[in-house]
């Protein structure tokens, strides 16, 4: 939204952007100083997505573009023009939760629930590329999620379950 | 945290780029992005506010990996994941496929480009000192053309780099490594897997026993271990050796500190790290 | 003083199967699909949002603010600042204050002076954040930095800055408390350990930040507020009196809630403000708190700097303690800070009889510390555990063996230990004894003896703890000045779809509320739990609830589940005998129906049940229409959950680096609700533990009193990769203070336990190199201490800072007069020859305003100064000071004083240029070495252009 100002603030050139999020074409035109993640939340509505520190540490912010994991927090909402984003209000649209979203619930493996969404779309990603082959390669791609509540080894346990990796006996 | 207001502009050639960024008075803050993973976390940090973003992502011609006669060449986008999973690299460079793999997170890997890396100049990289090791070349585009700087001029100081405020790095070009070196990238953190190193440690070992030792996270800049890069024979270096190498590597560097570490700690690793990876080397089976 | 352990109350057990359950969490549906409703997933089309602008110095006066500039940016509604607030506004309370501690009164905004990087200064309301943000920018305000102190030792030095007039000191207050013969027991111990242990500064850095949005319709005059808080009936009070509100005006609720741990207990500034803002526009305002000021701005955690000593006898018994410890308080009280139960529980579970504590409650110019897992006791934990390990050592004991010999047996209990604490009941020993079998703990010492002068070694810690959770009842309390009591409540009300809704003021925010009262209700009454709706957190519709801390919210709900449930269980069970003609003992409610016993087809269903009782129609006469409770439950006494973990790590001594091979907690915490969240909160509380041991701990420069690590690339909590599996025992024994006892006595999860065990478990286990220390032949279990480090728990890490002293003498070959002259009447003239300067201009009164742009690196800023001529002796010297901050590039604060003397030397003059410069914000942080370097140039240049200057000057003249 930007402004006319008499003093101090600038006004700088909104940009056009046209992506696919969730399936459904946006167009729309956006200040480009806005994150991708704030741009999901606030301007298309989907606030599944979470802000946790701005810096691309935390992973609260992980989105699918174009079937790969990105933090969302470190893109520039104009950067998504021309892309296919998911976020986690795609993965269990109807009734039935996802296989990825039962095993987390089966093993317990969410508390707050604030960083569940960048957990489940890192681990899509993960199924997808096929990169985790044991527990310990699981845990290094998984550590660019952080999570506060649990240790992570519910966590571990339920995406280790749904990628059909084998965990270390605990 | 909102970053500051700034305008977006999109190239589609690198000439395009170049313009943009010698638009306007010199008081015009210019920065390129690239993945956004070191220029949006500066913003965030209030490290950087320029006034405009030059984006590259739809330039042409940056990206990619290519190989002709086991010289490589990188395209300055290439993300950090294409390079260290690119058959090319691993088979002609595979340090910097290993040092690309290290990098951060496995999000940011992909996210993140080569370029960008070696662009602000960090010495905390990953591929800044294997990419000294391997002795490579730098081309950057500017508004008087192209130039190609040799990586060992590249680095200028602290979080800067041979790249001039309207000039763009196009892509990196690591000669022909000759087979049978043997090679290893050490990164060590001392606290969680996300941080920077505080030591990366390339080192390459020719058949005719040249060696290149290069260290990032140490100096202000990644740079090159002059006095320790060795002379060795093919037989195996001695216990006594190695340690006088490694001693002199930890009189050479000029560490900086910061919460990772104190000045003598980063000279302590650097000789610590510089041991076990000539100790690694001696051992190493060269590949046939 | 001693506690009675008050009589167990008398209300039946619950008769269903669903205690010790792994019921699936219902809050899961929601959380798992990204549908949670968080303060900010909320609509905000209609919304203003705030920015909130800081003090960036540790210490200052605030001189000036002015917001005109700020004011006339379209979209910025409202701007406050310090006296208008002050004038409006009570100032916040402390809701669990210290014995004897006076008042400190903490402001919404500050008010002349700031007292903390990171205190709020103003506040921007806004048509957008993104606005209210480049308002701030605009809102010049001037700052006079003010002598600080950042560490708790130096704040009690006499020459320490004060920081409180309210105080004669930095001491806030002194407890000290002495039970039994310290001294005496001490002289005879024939071992006597003491060492010195400074615990570091942490942030419980939950991954929702702060977050508050209130809203106010003039004329209608209640106040909605929807914030991110454990505690939301506590906070309406807080509000209220902060505001001068009535209590019933205002509405409060935690909607989903991003985590807690201690860190959202209480009402903050910033949330007093935006209800202002509120209040004042008439519309609905809100405030996210984004990570950097997270670091700031929430309260600190467990910063503490303990002198301890243990005497030990050479059959291992423990003969005398005592802890005199400094607690870092930060610049103000926070609602439930500093942690109370370093003193207390120092003792642990040991059979102790003789100990001293003493706690020193100091003040720093630092964020405020507050609760955090564990409110004190994972650090005395873990003092007291190192040092008894220690005393074994010296004595050549085997430390499991010395902890045997300790630990309070079951026919002891209740044991009141030397801090006043009465543990009610616990067998302290089996935990002892699982984790010790669990690791095989003979084999692995005889592996660590053969390992013993490798590089990479074995360490093994073990560490034993007792926790306190919940209070002993609310008069005792009342009788430590605490705001709340210790109880809480519920309602039950049937609904005629069988089930039945609760109502509870708690929030939740992982800790699944939601899920274990549904059980308890569940078993209480004789329904499936996914029948029991859970409705929490809401100040409207339910009973006044104190909250989430302590890990009391489920032997307290238990407690008022209990009695409310057979309420409703007893007028059901009456309702039904008339309309199923039997009597009541007759009778059972069982999955949703009462039935007769013996002729099962005689039955009603509890939603039939509920129609009757709220229709009215058929009900006999002295039955009241209706069909809910409201009770509330008083713990009688504390319940004590304890434990013992154990590590393995192997550790490269050269290094450093080590590798948790194994982590192993066992772990009472009596009847299980809900076995899975239990093991879940253990995992959770052991990664906090991990955290705080290796990779957490807030840094500050002590010479600019600026925080170093406060941003999430520099202070790290560990991730999946960093953890290692942890193996969790069970050693379960009933406790018969709380409600869901015998078979279902429960104690509370333990927080701290697991924490500091994890810490001390691990920092006792990791052999870490130093040539300098020899390990023993038995135990080769050394602390970790590097000796190149100043600071603990990071390796190596030595205060860098961006304060640079610097000094250049240059000589001129004009005489010492006309050299004074020049200075004196050509400030203008001498400020532009700072490389750099782009313009200058005088304000009179010795105050000029400059422009300066420096770059380190590819990183630049320009600087807007303020400086100002404090002091002249003519022809002799000057000094002078600035303050100010980037206006352009890389985003930092300066302070800088200097003086320049001038003495004769020959014809010409000697001038001497001495000054300090002050590098706040992320700038600073860069590196030492590089500022410094860059201010050598500069002072260089400086020097150079001044005498060019002088010289044309002197000549033109």
Redesign the interface.
Same mark, same amino acid.
């Given at each position: 939204m930007p402004r006319v100002t008499d003093a101090g603030a600038q006004m700088t050139p909104t940009v056009g952007i046209r992506c696919v999020v969730n399936g459904k074409t946006i167009e729309d035109s956006v200040e480009p100083r806005t994150s991708l993640v704030d741009y999901l939340r606030h301007g298309v509505g989907l606030t599944g997505t979470h802000v946790g520190c701005e810096q691309g540490v935390c992973g609260m912010c992980t989105v699918l573009v174009d079937g790969v994991a990105a933090k969302s927090c470190l893109m520039l909402a104009p950067q998504a023009d021309g892309h296919e984003i998911r976020t986690i209000e795609s993965v269990a649209p109807g009734e039935e939760l996802h296989p990825l979203q039962e095993a987390l619930r089966d093993h317990h493996g969410l508390q707050c629930g604030y960083c569940t969404p960048g957990f489940v779309m890192t681990a899509l990603a993960l199924k997808d590329s096929g990169a985790a082959c044991d527990e310990a390669t699981l845990r290094a791609e998984l550590s660019g999620n952080l999570c506060r509540c649990t240790g992570y080894q519910n966590i571990v346990t339920a995406v280790a379950e749904f990628l059909g990796v084998e965990e270390h006996p605990a | %945290?909102? *970053? !500051?207001?700034?305008? /977006?502009v999109?190239c589609t050639s690198i000439e395009e780029v170049i313009d943009a960024l010698g638009d306007g008075d010199s008081d015009r +803050?210019a920065r390129i992005?690239a =993945?956004?993973?070191v220029v949006? !976390?500066m913003m965030?940090? +209030? #490290? #950087? $506010?320029p006034d405009v *973003?030059v984006?590259l992502?739809r330039v042409a011609g940056l990206e990619g990996v290519e190989q002709s006669n086991g010289e490589i060449t990188i395209g300055a986008l290439a993300r950090h994941r294409e390079v260290s999973r690119s058959e090319s690299v691993r088979e002609a460079a595979p340090m910097l496929a290993q040092a690309c793999g290290l990098v951060?997170?496995?999000?940011?890997r992909? %996210?993140g480009s080569l370029g960008g890396n070696l662009c /602000?100049?960090e010495s905390a990289s990953d591929p800044s000192p294997v990419l000294l090791a391997l002795n490579a070349r730098l081309h950057v585009s500017g508004p008087n053309g192209t130039r190609t700087v040799p990586i060992e001029d590249f680095f200028v =100081?602290? /979080?800067?780099?041979a790249v001039g405020p309207e000039e763009v790095l196009t892509h990196v070009e690591i000669p022909r490594q000759p087979r049978e070196s043997r090679w290893t990238y050490r990164k060590?953190t001392?606290?969680? $897997?996300?941080?920077?190193p *505080?030591i990366g440690l390339a080192a390459t070992i020719r058949p005719d026993g040249a060696a290149r030792l290069a260290v990032g996270g140490i100096n202000?800049t990644p740079v090159l271990l002059g006095s320790a890069s060795v002379r060795a024979s093919d037989s195996d270096l001695s216990e006594r050796e190695v340690n006088d190498i490694a001693d002199a590597a930890a009189a050479e560097v000029d560490p900086?500190? +910061? #919460?990772?570490?104190?000045?003598? /700690? $980063?000279r302590? %690793?650097v000789r610590?790290?510089v041991g076990r990876v000539l100790r690694a080397l001696r051992e190493v089976e060269v590949d046939r | 003083m001693t506690e009675t352990l008050h009589e167990p109350q008398t209300e039946s057990p619950p008769v269903g199967p669903w205690i010790g359950e792994r019921v699936p969490r219902f809050e899961d549906e929601r959380l798992l699909r990204g549908r949670g409703q968080f303060v900010d997933d909320f609509d905000d089309s209609r919304v203003l949002h705030v920015a909130v602008g800081r003090c960036p110095y540790p210490h200052a006066s605030i001189l000036d603010i002015d917001m005109s500039e700020a004011l006339a940016v379209a979209g910025v509604e409202q701007i406050l600042a310090g006296r208008e607030v002050a004038a409006r506004t009570q100032p916040l309370s402390v809701l669990r204050p210290l014995p004897d501690v006076p008042r400190l009164p903490f402001r919404a905004l500050a008010v002349d002076r700031a007292l903390y990087e990171g205190h709020p200064v103003v506040s921007v309301a806004a048509t957008s954040r993104a606005i209210a943000e480049d308002a701030l920018e605009l809102v010049d305000i001037e700052y006079e930095p003010l002598p600080h102190v950042v560490d708790a030792e130096a704040a009690l030095e006499p020459t320490a800055p004060q920081i409180w007039d309210e105080l004669d000191s930095n001491l806030v207050v002194h407890n000290p408390r002495i039970e039994g013969d310290v001294d005496g027991a001490l002289s005879r111990a024939d071992a006597r350990v003491a060492d010195r242990f400074a615990i570091g500064r942490v942030s419980a850095l939950p991954m929702e930040g702060r977050a508050i949005q209130a809203g106010y319709s003039p004329g209608i005059s209640t106040l909605d507020v929807m914030v991110s808080t454990q505690i939301p009936h506590m906070f309406r009070l807080q509000l209220a009196e902060a505001l001068e509100f009535r209590e019933a005006d205002i509405r409060l609720r935690a909607p989903d809630v991003g985590g807690g741990f201690g860190l959202k207990l209480g009402m903050y500034p910033e949330d007093v403000v935006v209800c202002l803002h509120a209040i004042d526009l008439g519309c609905t305002v809100r405030w996210i708190e984004d990570r950097m000021e997270h670091f700031r701005a929430s309260t600190h955690a467990r910063e503490a700097v303990h002198r301890a000593e243990l005497g030990m006898n050479r059959d291992g018994t423990i003969q005398g303690m005592r802890d005199r410890y400094i607690i870092d308080m930060g610049a103000y009280n926070s609602p439930f800070g500093p942690p109370m139960l370093s003193s207390l529980m120092f003792p642990g579970p040991y059979r102790v009889r003789d100990c001293e504590v003493d706690r020193r409650v100091v003040a720093t110019n630092k964020t405020p510390v507050g609760a955090y897992r564990g409110y004190g006791q994972p650090e005395s934990n873990f003092v007291r555990e190192i040092l008894v390990d220690r005393a074994a050592r010296s004595l050549e004991l085997d430390p499991v063996e010395v902890r045997r010999r300790n630990v309070l047996r079951p026919h002891e209990m209740p044991w009141t230990n030397a801090g006043g604490a009465v543990y009610d009941s616990g067998d302290y020993l089996r935990p002892l004894e699982k984790a010790i079998e669990a690791i095989d703990y003979e084999r692995v010492r005889a592996e660590q003896r053969q390992r013993d002068g490798d590089s990479r070694r074995l360490g093994i810690g073990v560490a034993s703890f007792v926790e306190m959770t919940g209070y002993p009842g609310s008069r005792f309390l009342g009788k430590h000045g605490a705001a709340y009591g210790a109880h809480e409540s519920v309602t039950l009300r049937a609904n005629r779809s069988g089930g039945i809704d609760l109502y509870t003021g708690v929030a939740t925010f992982g800790q699944a509320t939601e899920t274990t009262f549904a059980q308890i209700t569940a078993s209480v009454v004789g329904i499936s739990p996914d029948a029991v709706a859970v409705h929490a957190g809401d100040t409207l519709g339910t009973p006044y609830n104190v909250g989430s801390f302590a890990s009391r919210t489920t032997i307290a709900g238990a407690g008022a589940i209990l009695a409310a449930g057979n309420d409703l269980r007893a007028k059901v069970l009456r309702i039904a005998s008339g309309f199923l003609d039997a009597p009541v003992d007759a009778l059972d409610l069982l999955d949703g129906s009462v039935v007769v016993l013996g002729a099962p087809q005689r039955r009603m269903a509890l939603a039939d049940i509920a129609a009757e009782a709220i229709s009215g129609h058929h009900l006999s006469a002295n039955e009241d229409p209706g069909l809910e409770s409201t009770r509330y439950f008083d713990p009688p006494a504390s319940a004590f959950g304890n434990g013992t973990a154990a590590a393995i790590v192997e550790v490269d001594v050269a290094t450093g680096i080590f590798e948790v091979l194994r982590f192993v907690i066992a772990h009472d915490c009596g009847q299980q609700v809900n076995p899975a969240l239990v093991e879940g909160q253990l995992h959770g509380g052991l990664a906090q533990g991990f955290g705080a041991a290796f990779f957490e701990g807030l840094q500050y420069d002590q010479d600019t009193g600026q925080m170093l690590n406060g941003t999430m690339v520099d202070y790290l909590v560990p991730t999946a990769a960093d953890l290692p599996s942890f193996e969790i025992h069970h050693a379960d024994v009933p406790s018969p203070v709380t409600p869901l006892r015998n078979p279902w006595g429960r104690r509370g999860r333990n927080d701290s336990a697991r924490c500091r065990r994890c810490q001390r478990a691990l920092r006792c286990a990791r052999t870490v190199a130093s040539r300098d220390q020899s390990t023993t032949a038995h135990s080769g279990v050394v602390v970790a201490c590097d000796r190149r480090s100043r600071a603990t728990p990071t390796l190596g890490f030595r205060q860098g800072g961006s304060d640079v002293k610097f000094e250049e003498v240059f000589e001129v070959s004009a005489a010492r007069e006309k050299v004074w002259e020049f200075f004196d009447l050509e400030a203008e003239r001498v400020g532009m020859c700072i490389p750099g300067a782009e313009e200058i201009h005088s304000l009179g009164d010795d105050k000029y305003r400059l422009k300066v742009a420096q770059k380190v690196g590819s990183m630049g800023a320009t600087f807007d100064l303020r400086a100002r001529i404090r002091d002249r002796q003519p022809t002799e010297m000057m000094s002078l000071s600035a303050t100010g901050r980037s206006i352009k590039g890389a985003r930092g604060d300066v302070r800088a004083t200097a003086v320049v003397s001038l003495e004769d030397k020959g014809d010409g003059t000697t001038i001497r240029l001495d000054a300090d410069v002050a590098l706040g914000g992320m700038i600073g942080s860069l590196g030492h070495k590089v500022i410094a370097q860059k201010a050598e140039e500069i002072t260089r240049d400086f020097a150079v252009a001044l005498g060019e200057s002088m010289t044309s000057w002197t000549a033109a003249s």
């Amino acid at each position: 939204m930007p402004r006319v100002t008499d003093a101090g603030a600038q006004m700088t050139p909104t940009v056009g952007i046209r992506c696919v999020v969730n399936g459904k074409t946006i167009e729309d035109s956006v200040e480009p100083r806005t994150s991708l993640v704030d741009y999901l939340r606030h301007g298309v509505g989907l606030t599944g997505t979470h802000v946790g520190c701005e810096q691309g540490v935390c992973g609260m912010c992980t989105v699918l573009v174009d079937g790969v994991a990105a933090k969302s927090c470190l893109m520039l909402a104009p950067q998504a023009d021309g892309h296919e984003i998911r976020t986690i209000e795609s993965v269990a649209p109807g009734e039935e939760l996802h296989p990825l979203q039962e095993a987390l619930r089966d093993h317990h493996g969410l508390q707050c629930g604030y960083c569940t969404p960048g957990f489940v779309m890192t681990a899509l990603a993960l199924k997808d590329s096929g990169a985790a082959c044991d527990e310990a390669t699981l845990r290094a791609e998984l550590s660019g999620n952080l999570c506060r509540c649990t240790g992570y080894q519910n966590i571990v346990t339920a995406v280790a379950e749904f990628l059909g990796v084998e965990e270390h006996p605990a | %945290m909102i *970053l !500051p207001p700034f305008e /977006y502009v999109e190239c589609t050639s690198i000439e395009e780029v170049i313009d943009a960024l010698g638009d306007g008075d010199s008081d015009r +803050d210019a920065r390129i992005v690239a =993945g956004g993973t070191v220029v949006v !976390p500066m913003m965030k940090h +209030d #490290l #950087l $506010r320029p006034d405009v *973003l030059v984006s590259l992502e739809r330039v042409a011609g940056l990206e990619g990996v290519e190989q002709s006669n086991g010289e490589i060449t990188i395209g300055a986008l290439a993300r950090h994941r294409e390079v260290s999973r690119s058959e090319s690299v691993r088979e002609a460079a595979p340090m910097l496929a290993q040092a690309c793999g290290l990098v951060a997170s496995p999000v940011i890997r992909s %996210m993140g480009s080569l370029g960008g890396n070696l662009c /602000y100049g960090e010495s905390a990289s990953d591929p800044s000192p294997v990419l000294l090791a391997l002795n490579a070349r730098l081309h950057v585009s500017g508004p008087n053309g192209t130039r190609t700087v040799p990586i060992e001029d590249f680095f200028v =100081g602290f /979080y800067e780099t041979a790249v001039g405020p309207e000039e763009v790095l196009t892509h990196v070009e690591i000669p022909r490594q000759p087979r049978e070196s043997r090679w290893t990238y050490r990164k060590w953190t001392p606290r969680a $897997r996300e941080d920077k190193p *505080l030591i990366g440690l390339a080192a390459t070992i020719r058949p005719d026993g040249a060696a290149r030792l290069a260290v990032g996270g140490i100096n202000p800049t990644p740079v090159l271990l002059g006095s320790a890069s060795v002379r060795a024979s093919d037989s195996d270096l001695s216990e006594r050796e190695v340690n006088d190498i490694a001693d002199a590597a930890a009189a050479e560097v000029d560490p900086f500190e +910061d #919460l990772q570490g104190s000045e003598e /700690y $980063r000279r302590e %690793m650097v000789r610590v790290w510089v041991g076990r990876v000539l100790r690694a080397l001696r051992e190493v089976e060269v590949d046939r | 003083m001693t506690e009675t352990l008050h009589e167990p109350q008398t209300e039946s057990p619950p008769v269903g199967p669903w205690i010790g359950e792994r019921v699936p969490r219902f809050e899961d549906e929601r959380l798992l699909r990204g549908r949670g409703q968080f303060v900010d997933d909320f609509d905000d089309s209609r919304v203003l949002h705030v920015a909130v602008g800081r003090c960036p110095y540790p210490h200052a006066s605030i001189l000036d603010i002015d917001m005109s500039e700020a004011l006339a940016v379209a979209g910025v509604e409202q701007i406050l600042a310090g006296r208008e607030v002050a004038a409006r506004t009570q100032p916040l309370s402390v809701l669990r204050p210290l014995p004897d501690v006076p008042r400190l009164p903490f402001r919404a905004l500050a008010v002349d002076r700031a007292l903390y990087e990171g205190h709020p200064v103003v506040s921007v309301a806004a048509t957008s954040r993104a606005i209210a943000e480049d308002a701030l920018e605009l809102v010049d305000i001037e700052y006079e930095p003010l002598p600080h102190v950042v560490d708790a030792e130096a704040a009690l030095e006499p020459t320490a800055p004060q920081i409180w007039d309210e105080l004669d000191s930095n001491l806030v207050v002194h407890n000290p408390r002495i039970e039994g013969d310290v001294d005496g027991a001490l002289s005879r111990a024939d071992a006597r350990v003491a060492d010195r242990f400074a615990i570091g500064r942490v942030s419980a850095l939950p991954m929702e930040g702060r977050a508050i949005q209130a809203g106010y319709s003039p004329g209608i005059s209640t106040l909605d507020v929807m914030v991110s808080t454990q505690i939301p009936h506590m906070f309406r009070l807080q509000l209220a009196e902060a505001l001068e509100f009535r209590e019933a005006d205002i509405r409060l609720r935690a909607p989903d809630v991003g985590g807690g741990f201690g860190l959202k207990l209480g009402m903050y500034p910033e949330d007093v403000v935006v209800c202002l803002h509120a209040i004042d526009l008439g519309c609905t305002v809100r405030w996210i708190e984004d990570r950097m000021e997270h670091f700031r701005a929430s309260t600190h955690a467990r910063e503490a700097v303990h002198r301890a000593e243990l005497g030990m006898n050479r059959d291992g018994t423990i003969q005398g303690m005592r802890d005199r410890y400094i607690i870092d308080m930060g610049a103000y009280n926070s609602p439930f800070g500093p942690p109370m139960l370093s003193s207390l529980m120092f003792p642990g579970p040991y059979r102790v009889r003789d100990c001293e504590v003493d706690r020193r409650v100091v003040a720093t110019n630092k964020t405020p510390v507050g609760a955090y897992r564990g409110y004190g006791q994972p650090e005395s934990n873990f003092v007291r555990e190192i040092l008894v390990d220690r005393a074994a050592r010296s004595l050549e004991l085997d430390p499991v063996e010395v902890r045997r010999r300790n630990v309070l047996r079951p026919h002891e209990m209740p044991w009141t230990n030397a801090g006043g604490a009465v543990y009610d009941s616990g067998d302290y020993l089996r935990p002892l004894e699982k984790a010790i079998e669990a690791i095989d703990y003979e084999r692995v010492r005889a592996e660590q003896r053969q390992r013993d002068g490798d590089s990479r070694r074995l360490g093994i810690g073990v560490a034993s703890f007792v926790e306190m959770t919940g209070y002993p009842g609310s008069r005792f309390l009342g009788k430590h000045g605490a705001a709340y009591g210790a109880h809480e409540s519920v309602t039950l009300r049937a609904n005629r779809s069988g089930g039945i809704d609760l109502y509870t003021g708690v929030a939740t925010f992982g800790q699944a509320t939601e899920t274990t009262f549904a059980q308890i209700t569940a078993s209480v009454v004789g329904i499936s739990p996914d029948a029991v709706a859970v409705h929490a957190g809401d100040t409207l519709g339910t009973p006044y609830n104190v909250g989430s801390f302590a890990s009391r919210t489920t032997i307290a709900g238990a407690g008022a589940i209990l009695a409310a449930g057979n309420d409703l269980r007893a007028k059901v069970l009456r309702i039904a005998s008339g309309f199923l003609d039997a009597p009541v003992d007759a009778l059972d409610l069982l999955d949703g129906s009462v039935v007769v016993l013996g002729a099962p087809q005689r039955r009603m269903a509890l939603a039939d049940i509920a129609a009757e009782a709220i229709s009215g129609h058929h009900l006999s006469a002295n039955e009241d229409p209706g069909l809910e409770s409201t009770r509330y439950f008083d713990p009688p006494a504390s319940a004590f959950g304890n434990g013992t973990a154990a590590a393995i790590v192997e550790v490269d001594v050269a290094t450093g680096i080590f590798e948790v091979l194994r982590f192993v907690i066992a772990h009472d915490c009596g009847q299980q609700v809900n076995p899975a969240l239990v093991e879940g909160q253990l995992h959770g509380g052991l990664a906090q533990g991990f955290g705080a041991a290796f990779f957490e701990g807030l840094q500050y420069d002590q010479d600019t009193g600026q925080m170093l690590n406060g941003t999430m690339v520099d202070y790290l909590v560990p991730t999946a990769a960093d953890l290692p599996s942890f193996e969790i025992h069970h050693a379960d024994v009933p406790s018969p203070v709380t409600p869901l006892r015998n078979p279902w006595g429960r104690r509370g999860r333990n927080d701290s336990a697991r924490c500091r065990r994890c810490q001390r478990a691990l920092r006792c286990a990791r052999t870490v190199a130093s040539r300098d220390q020899s390990t023993t032949a038995h135990s080769g279990v050394v602390v970790a201490c590097d000796r190149r480090s100043r600071a603990t728990p990071t390796l190596g890490f030595r205060q860098g800072g961006s304060d640079v002293k610097f000094e250049e003498v240059f000589e001129v070959s004009a005489a010492r007069e006309k050299v004074w002259e020049f200075f004196d009447l050509e400030a203008e003239r001498v400020g532009m020859c700072i490389p750099g300067a782009e313009e200058i201009h005088s304000l009179g009164d010795d105050k000029y305003r400059l422009k300066v742009a420096q770059k380190v690196g590819s990183m630049g800023a320009t600087f807007d100064l303020r400086a100002r001529i404090r002091d002249r002796q003519p022809t002799e010297m000057m000094s002078l000071s600035a303050t100010g901050r980037s206006i352009k590039g890389a985003r930092g604060d300066v302070r800088a004083t200097a003086v320049v003397s001038l003495e004769d030397k020959g014809d010409g003059t000697t001038i001497r240029l001495d000054a300090d410069v002050a590098l706040g914000g992320m700038i600073g942080s860069l590196g030492h070495k590089v500022i410094a370097q860059k201010a050598e140039e500069i002072t260089r240049d400086f020097a150079v252009a001044l005498g060019e200057s002088m010289t044309s000057w002197t000549a033109a003249s």
